[in-house]
């Protein structure tokens, strides 16, 4: 998988992605087939999952790996990007005077089909490939959560608004980060006028802004960017460790690790790196719960 994934024609995919030209033609037949689904409780939530199975799961796995290969990723991503966390995500916001949250509604359910196409063509994807591909990475219409593809995919059609905010951030010295549908503002001023501007940003190019999310805090209150205090000095608040343990349990259990990487479009040893982030970072603030999180781990399989 040398060549350069844009560069793939509809005759050569097969053979990039290592599948039979028929197995690859039944996929595309009917890629909803390849899917197996399940529920998880996360944050008072049900979230449906739907990773998909084999041998759409290596296939997905195999174009996520020719997106990274040629894209250059924002420094302002820290969701699905290899080598980030919340906690590259959370660290640029560290000690503003103002710091703003708002939350993408829906964000992989909201990511349509036609989005995902037309993204494909401005990569300068040909427009068979990139109905294609739409039709390898989708599920009934959207990006589906739990597919190895589907963060970073919505990263890449969600890069128009990403360039404007960054933009609007810059001409005001304000900083913005995105991990993955969590987006911080922070500045050493309070720029709530600019409210409406980021909204429509965010809004831009068919997604809304989740209003019960928004949230803006001031120094003297406590503030939190994806589960980390940022006031002074960064630190994990208890929904930090419940997520850091829950991620921990998942992978013990019959999911697996692979499953739950899959769901952050990482390979398996990223996402081990990723939890040895967390719990390396929680360790400097405390070793007792360092030591307890790093317990959790043994027993997991991550072959």
Same mark, same amino acid.
């Given at each position: 998988?040398?060549?350069?994934?844009?560069?793939?024609?509809?005759?050569?995919?097969?053979?990039?992605?290592?599948?039979?030209?028929?197995?690859?033609?039944?996929?595309?037949?009917? =890629?909803?087939?390849? @899917?197996?689904? *399940?529920? $998880?409780?996360?944050?008072?939530?049900?979230?449906?999952?739907?990773?998909?199975?084999? =041998?759409?799961?290596? $296939?997905?796995?195999?174009?996520? @790996?020719? *997106?990274?290969?040629?894209?250059?990723? +924002?420094?302002?991503?820290? &969701? &699905?990007? =290899?080598?980030?966390?919340?906690?590259?995500?959370?660290?640029?916001?560290?000690?503003?005077?103002?710091?703003?949250?708002?939350?993408? !509604?829906?964000?992989?359910?909201?990511?349509?089909?036609?989005?995902?196409?037309?993204? /494909?063509?401005?990569?300068?994807?040909?427009?068979?490939?990139?109905? $294609?591909?739409?039709?390898?990475?989708?599920?009934?219409?959207?990006?589906?959560?739990?597919?190895?593809?589907?963060?970073?995919?919505?990263?890449?059609?969600?890069?128009? !608004?990403? #360039?404007?905010? +960054?933009?609007?951030?810059?001409?005001?010295? #304000?900083?913005?980060?995105?991990?993955?549908?969590?987006?911080?503002?922070?500045?050493?001023?309070?720029?709530?006028?600019? !409210?409406?501007?980021?909204? &429509?940003?965010?809004?831009? #190019?068919?997604?809304? %802004?989740?209003?019960?999310?928004?949230?803006?805090? /001031?120094?003297?209150?406590?503030?939190?960017?994806?589960?980390?205090?940022?006031?002074?000095?960064?630190?994990?608040?208890? #929904?930090?460790?419940?997520?850091?343990?829950?991620? $921990?349990?998942?992978?013990? %259990?019959?999911?697996?690790?692979?499953? %739950?990487?899959?769901?952050?479009?990482?390979?398996?040893?990223? /996402?081990?790196?990723?939890?040895?982030?967390?719990?390396? /970072?929680?360790?400097?603030?405390?070793?007792?719960?360092?030591? &307890?999180?790093?317990?959790?781990?043994?027993?997991?399989?991550?072959?």
């Amino acid at each position: 998988m040398t060549q350069c994934l844009s560069k793939i024609t509809k005759e050569s995919l097969h053979n990039y992605l290592m599948i039979g030209r028929a197995d690859l033609d039944n996929i595309l037949c009917k =890629p909803e087939a390849f @899917y197996r689904e *399940f529920q $998880i409780q996360t944050k008072g939530k049900l979230r449906t999952i739907r990773p998909p199975i084999t =041998p759409l799961k290596e $296939i997905q796995r195999a174009l996520l @790996y020719g *997106f990274y290969r040629q894209t250059r990723w +924002l420094s302002c991503l820290h &969701g &699905g990007v =290899p080598g980030r966390s919340v906690i590259s995500n959370a660290r640029p916001h560290l000690g503003q005077h103002l710091v703003s949250m708002y939350d993408i !509604s829906d964000f992989f359910p909201s990511t349509t089909d036609e989005m995902v196409r037309q993204c /494909f063509v401005l990569m300068h994807f040909e427009s068979e490939m990139a109905e $294609i591909l739409t039709r390898l990475v989708t599920f009934n219409g959207s990006l589906p959560l739990g597919a190895p593809t589907s963060t970073a995919i919505a990263n890449l059609v969600f890069k128009p !608004s990403d #360039l404007r905010l +960054l933009r609007l951030c810059r001409i005001h010295n #304000l900083t913005y980060t995105r991990y993955v549908d969590d987006i911080t503002i922070s500045g050493d001023k309070d720029f709530r006028d600019l !409210s409406q501007a980021i909204r &429509g940003n965010i809004e831009l #190019l068919g997604y809304k %802004v989740n209003e019960k999310k928004v949230k803006h805090f /001031f120094e003297h209150r406590r503030q939190v960017v994806t589960g980390l205090v940022v006031n002074k000095v960064l630190s994990p608040t208890q #929904l930090f460790l419940g997520e850091t343990k829950s991620l $921990i349990r998942r992978c013990r %259990v019959a999911e697996g690790p692979a499953v %739950v990487a899959d769901e952050y479009g990482l390979s398996i040893q990223q /996402f081990r790196q990723m939890i040895s982030g967390r719990i390396s /970072f929680v360790k400097s603030v405390s070793r007792k719960r360092g030591r &307890g999180l790093r317990g959790l781990l043994v027993g997991i399989s991550w072959n």
